[in-house]
């Protein structure tokens, strides 16, 4: 998407400039403010009307974001498209506070979202893992009010509204399912996982036996 900066670079004047000309504020000088219309219009700017409802809103929103296994190189670039996220909310009015836990611990998980809670978000982006201890905090918190959306893994017993992520079950299928291309004439196959904890892998690897057992018996699984 192309932003205001990118406009402001173009046309060679603030981002302050550009957002008044592209949201009617009005105070600039006419031929400044063609010239930014005109190369709005020819590099696609598209108005973000997510974030002009965020500007227009009068209540202060406040968003947390834990993100656990944050040294792997996947979380990494999941941290990355947070912090970005950030510094896009910033300029519309919303604070994102941003939590990482380098491993998976139920116990820094629960006081990680308390914290959070503490400094007032109403909204939550989380990997919630498979305990049942967050899973019920979840739940409590959708209950009075929180917005909660699970990332990479989900929980869909919990009463969050909405998960971002891939199929992980199918994605085990699809795992065996090349495996059993590899080996046409069958042989042994070690599964390795992650974290047990860790939903996403859970699921990836039952997708992957229940695939192998069903569709693939030819070849054979050794103990995880």
Do not use: W
Not at 111 to 123: C, Y
Not at 165 to 193: C, Q, T
Request: proline letters at 4%; hydrophobic letters at 40%.
């Amino acid at each position: 998407a192309i932003t205001l900066k990118q406009i402001a670079d173009a046309a060679g004047v603030s981002r302050g400039t550009v957002d008044r000309v592209l949201h009617g504020r009005g105070h600039v000088n006419p031929s400044v403010e063609e010239k930014i219309c005109r190369l709005a219009k020819e590099m696609g700017y598209q108005p973000n009307r997510i974030g002009r409802a965020l500007v227009m809103s009068s209540r202060s929103i406040k968003l947390g974001v834990i993100c656990q296994f944050s040294e792997t190189p996947f979380m990494k670039l999941v941290l990355a498209g947070a912090e970005q996220a950030k510094a896009e909310l910033h300029s519309m009015g919303t604070e994102v506070m941003i939590e990482c836990i380098d491993s998976y611990d139920v116990e820094r998980m629960l006081a990680t979202i308390d914290k959070l809670i503490a400094h007032g978000v109403q909204g939550l982006a989380i990997t919630p893992g498979n305990s049942p201890e967050i899973h019920q905090k979840m739940y409590n918190l959708a209950k009075s009010g929180i917005s909660i959306v699970t990332f990479n893994s989900d929980a869909n017993d919990t009463g969050r509204i909405a998960y971002v992520g891939l199929d992980n079950y199918r994605a085990g299928e699809s795992s065996a399912g090349l495996m059993a291309l590899v080996l046409r004439g069958g042989g042994k196959v070690l599964p390795i996982s992650g974290y047990t904890g860790n939903t996403s892998h859970s699921q990836r690897m039952q997708g992957f036996f229940d695939m192998v057992e069903k569709s693939f018996p030819h070849l054979e699984l050794l103990p995880p």
